[in-house]
């Protein structure tokens, strides 16, 4: 079985053009994962609901300008492209595109599953140990 490159990973409908005002978030679901789509004055974004930090539920936190803080501890995330901004976190979040289908006038995200992301320690400590 060979992945999908990004060009061939198909856009989820979500839901309809107007389901958010800017400055708004939702909770979605796309294949059993959980996404926070954001309407901002200059568009939608989508990132992973899970704080890079503490899996806290991005979702749940305050929207900021182009930035979600996660409500555990405070961590920052950049919404248009889920780069930390502020510690605790220093690990970006997924970040998915989003469109608008003229056709059916709705919200779509081309989603695809997140990578897991090894274990970093940003002090340089391998705790690789083979």
């Known amino acids: ?3 999908q490159t990004e060009s061939e990973t198909p856009f989820t409908p979500v839901g309809p053009a107007n389901m958010l005002k800017p400055g708004e978030s939702a909770i979605i679901e796309i294949e059993d994962d959980s996404i926070v789509l954001v309407h901002l004055h200059d568009g939608y974004y989508a990132l992973e609901n899970r704080c890079s930090h503490d899996d806290g539920p991005l979702g749940q936190g305050r929207l900021v300008g182009f930035e979600i ?5 405070g961590a920052k995330f950049d919404v248009r492209d889920g780069a930390a ?5 220093f690990r970006p979040v997924a970040s998915f595109p989003v469109r608008y289908n003229e056709d059916t006038d709705e919200i779509e995200i081309q989603y695809k599953k ?3 992301q090894a274990f970093e320690d940003p002090r340089g400590f ?3 140990f083979t």
């Open 126 to 128: 391998n705790f690789n």
């Open 85 to 89: 901004k502020s510690l605790p976190a």
């Open 114 to 116: 997140p990578e897991p």
């Open 69 to 73: 803080d996660c409500p555990r501890h």
């Open 1 to 3: 079985m060979s992945e």
